[in-house]
């Protein structure tokens, strides 16, 4: 059974400050998301990553991809208020027998940036 | 923009009650789900759809039904509500097997 852990669960940081979450899956998968859900609203695609050693970056977020640790990390760079959501990651994976594809969640991390 | 559209954004209902929430896309979308989001359990998939009239069993579909008879709507069906029902759901759409995916605002259905 494919397990996603996220840690932390909660993250209360202080404004400018670095801090990662981290993504750990259990088995090979297609590809790895990661979402962001502010309070009261539906979750959006952050980013997409592919393959093993992906990076992307958006402001003052970057995820990274280590596919041979099954490990995913979004890191954040001196933090702002606005960043103060919830962040879930995400894994892809196909069903060869029935050719149909699952998305599974972690279990979420609750950021809240602190002026 | 894609935009996925669940037609109640609370709702009540009673213990037994037949329970219907509706997920409609307007992007034709291929593939939708069905998910429902509880505090530290984060989101857990309940149905999906890979085609019209096709669907698939995720991971806790038990007590719940779907049906996609048009390539835009993907609804959810709770055939007998019960309490441990009670639950954010949220409905979502990929224009491919493994795109990202779209969601809807959710739904919070309470049952009492």
């Known amino acids: 059974e494919l397990k996603v852990e996220q840690n932390p669960l909660f993250l209360s940081m202080q404004e400018g400050k670095n801090y990662t979450i981290y993504c750990n899956y259990s088995t090979t998968s297609d590809r790895l998301y990661w979402y962001r859900q502010d309070p009261g609203k539906s979750l959006e695609s952050l980013f997409v990553l592919l393959s093993n050693g992906a990076v992307k970056q958006e402001g003052r977020l970057m995820a990274s991809l280590d596919t041979k640790a099954r490990l995913s990390t979004l890191h954040i760079t001196a933090a702002v208020h606005d960043l103060s959501a919830t962040y879930f990651c995400?894994?892809?994976?196909?069903?060869?027998?029935?050719?149909?594809?699952?998305?599974?969640f972690g279990t979420g991390t609750r950021l809240k940036v602190l002026a | 923009d894609v935009k996925v559209t669940q037609s109640s954004r609370y709702l009540v209902k009673r213990t037994g009650e037949k329970v219907f929430l509706e997920c409609v896309q307007d992007?034709?979308?291929?593939?939708m789900f069905w998910y429902r989001q509880d505090p530290g359990l984060g989101l857990r998939l309940i149905y999906f759809s890979y085609d019209v009239k096709m669907k698939e069993k995720g991971d806790i579909p038990e007590g719940y039904s779907v049906s996609r008879e048009k390539k835009e709507r993907f609804s959810l069906i709770l055939e007998s509500a019960s309490t441990n029902q009670t639950s954010m759901y949220l409905c979502?759409?990929?224009?491919?097997?493994?795109?990202?995916?779209?969601f809807g605002n959710g739904t919070r259905l309470t049952v009492t």
């Open positions: 992007m034709d979308h291929e593939n």
């Open positions: 995400a894994v892809g994976l196909i069903f060869p027998t029935s050719g149909t594809y699952k998305y599974i």
């Open positions: 979502a759409s990929s224009r491919v097997y493994n795109s990202p995916l779209h």
